[in-house]
């Protein structure tokens, strides 16, 4: 990689000198408004063709935080609609001393967050493009800010909560949690005063296949959905058109969508958002990212991603067990990652007793010299047993895959925890050294289960947000959790690409400590 291209990493540039006050104080917000329908700036081509030039330039930092400020600028109702603010109807004083005017203050903190509140995305200072796992910008590394969105009830909304008709809908594969989500959105809508709440069925299918009814949604519905896995709406792959959709959504007269799925999914409520902005609908959609897989780019973590590693470590610890009994055992556990290995990763740091963590991003090996095979070898003679992690998406490259895609356009993958099972076997038979292998693919187990304490609180908060942020009449956005804050962020913006593990990151490397293993290359 030259060093033109790898300085340019993504984040705002904020001058060190310029607290969030100031730059309001001075406009910056404002203009990264200003900027948002406007062509991307010359500096933004500059950075890439001629970085010397455009780093050399002393307002670098204040162009690029333009240029980040109009990325994650949160897009509303009122850029394309002429709509005007209500005072909120959502009470988070006790009952009977509701605040809607402001006039009663007692206190002079609102409790309400602020449009210009901001939550940091990065909060580390590398002091030099070498610092294990630095992200730069420039050749020096200079410390920047780099503010997103911060989450929550705002004093003014946009809708009317008498005259709201809401839907929600699960797509894509389940993930622990979603019950938690649902219940949430329907229990925080109810607050705010919505009657018509309802859930739309087994995901993006629900709006254009006739068979299927809308389900009416109520405190009283959802109470105890959170007690078991899956989805009460259900969920799938695949669906129609991005305008039939919305015509479905017109036809049933809906006004704020919420949309629970992963990278696909959000894809689709954005085509979505952006058909309901061209024919001028005031209609809110709202992501909360779902994915077990832990994929989704700029948060700290997914929803039911702590839930899954907790799973997928008793199916390690079973394979551990297997092993450790049987006479020369290799135990194998194959578990979910399409093309992001943080299950496997996790699972094999929180389980401490996998020897061989094998995921898409980092390749490797099976045969010959340095090979997984002859490590295990080694593992056998040295300690008698060893355990094999491997993630759904590793080695592609070393098997066939079936020319397939799923109905929403995944590629199907080929086996490869069956095929690194029968490589061991063959192995060890061609050597002539006995092996025992225990092959364990907990693969739906992991994610059809309730969420666990940590993700239903992870849940919780995000599914209040998401119904906070449509009420502040924001549309096209979702909403995670950065450093431990809430926050909400343009869908463009996290689906950019598939968050995936950095093999020079510290957490890689730390698993790398952990199991012990070699590069198998
Ligand atoms: N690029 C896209 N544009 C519009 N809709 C999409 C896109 N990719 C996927 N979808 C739809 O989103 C839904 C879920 O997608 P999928 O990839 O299966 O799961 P996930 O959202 O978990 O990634 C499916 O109904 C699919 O048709
Ligand atoms: O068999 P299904 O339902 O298609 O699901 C399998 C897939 O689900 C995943 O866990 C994640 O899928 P999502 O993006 O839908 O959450 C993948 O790792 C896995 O390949
Ligand atoms: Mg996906």
Redo the contacts with the bound molecule.
């Keep these: 990689m030259s060093a033109s291209t790898s300085f340019i990493a993504v984040g705002v540039v904020r001058s060190p000198d310029l607290s969030s006050s100031k730059l309001s104080s001075l406009g910056l917000w404002g203009k990264a408004q200003r900027l948002r329908h406007r062509v991307r700036p010359m500096y933004v081509q500059s950075i890439i063709s001629k970085p010397d030039t455009y780093f050399r330039d002393p307002d670098w930092k204040k162009h690029y935080q333009e240029e980040f400020e109009e990325k994650f600028d949160l897009p509303h109702l009122k850029d394309v609609l002429d709509v005007q603010p209500i005072p909120t109807t959502f009470a988070l004083k006790s009952r009977g001393s509701q605040v809607l005017d402001g006039t009663n203050l007692s206190t002079k903190r609102s409790d309400y967050v602020d449009n210009d509140d901001r939550a940091l995305l990065k909060v580390i200072k590398y002091s030099s493009p070498t610092s294990a796992g630095a992200e730069c910008i420039d050749p020096d590394c200079s410390w920047v800010e780099q503010w997103v969105h911060r989450a929550g009830p705002r004093k003014q909304i946009f809708f009317d909560p008498k005259d709201v008709k809401a839907a929600i809908v699960t ?5 622990p949690g979603l019950n938690d989500v649902i219940r949430q959105i329907v229990f925080t809508l109810e607050i705010y005063g919505v009657g018509e709440i309802v859930g739309i069925p087994f995901g993006y299918r629900g709006f254009f296949d006739g068979s299927l009814q809308e389900i009416p949604l109520s405190r009283h519905v959802v109470q105890n959905i959170n007690l078991s896995g899956g989805s009460f709406l259900g969920t799938s ?1 695949g669906g129609a058109s991005v305008g039939d959709i919305v015509d479905s959504i017109e036809a049933r007269e809906i006004d704020m969508l919420f949309v629970l ?5 959000h894809a689709g409520a954005n085509a979505i958002h952006n058909e309901c902005r061209r024919r001028k609908l005031r209609i809110s959609v709202v992501c909360v990212p ?4 832990n ?1 989704i780019l700029l948060m700290d973590k997914t929803f039911g991603f702590d839930t899954a590693v907790e799973e997928a470590q008793r199916a390690i610890n079973s394979a551990y067990i297997e092993a450790r009994s049987a006479y020369h055992g290799v135990g194998l556990v194959k578990l ?3 093309s992001s290995g943080f ?1 496997a990763m996790y699972a094999s740091l929180s389980s401490g007793q996998v020897d061989v963590c094998l995921i898409p991003e980092v390749p490797f090996k099976l045969d010959g010299p340095f090979g997984v095979l002859e490590h295990l070898e080694h593992l056998i003679k040295s300690k008698g047993s060893a355990v094999v992690c491997v993630a ?2 590793a080695g592609q490259e070393l098997i066939e895959k079936p020319d397939a895609k ?1 109905a ?1 356009g ?1 590629v199907v ?1 080929g086996d490869i925890g069956v095929h690194i099972q029968q490589k061991i076997k063959r192995h060890f038979k061609e050597v002539g050294f006995f092996a025992d292998v225990k092959y364990i693919d907990p ?2 187990m992991i ?1 059809a289960c309730r969420a666990n304490a940590s993700d239903a609180i992870l849940c919780t908060v995000l599914g209040q947000n998401a119904v906070h942020g449509a009420f502040a009449g924001f549309s096209g956005i979702t909403v995670g959790i950065c450093n431990t804050h809430y926050v909400y962020l343009p869908i463009t913006e996290v689906i950019a690409s598939t968050r995936q593990v950095d093999p020079k990151s510290r957490m890689w490397h730390r698993c790398l400590t952990s199991t012990g293993q070699p590069d198998f290359m």
């Design positions: 797509c894509g594969g389940l993930c792959r799925g992963g990278n696909g999914t779902k994915t077990i897989d994929d979910m990652g399409r299950i759904e998406g799923d929403s995944n993958l693969t739906y994610r």
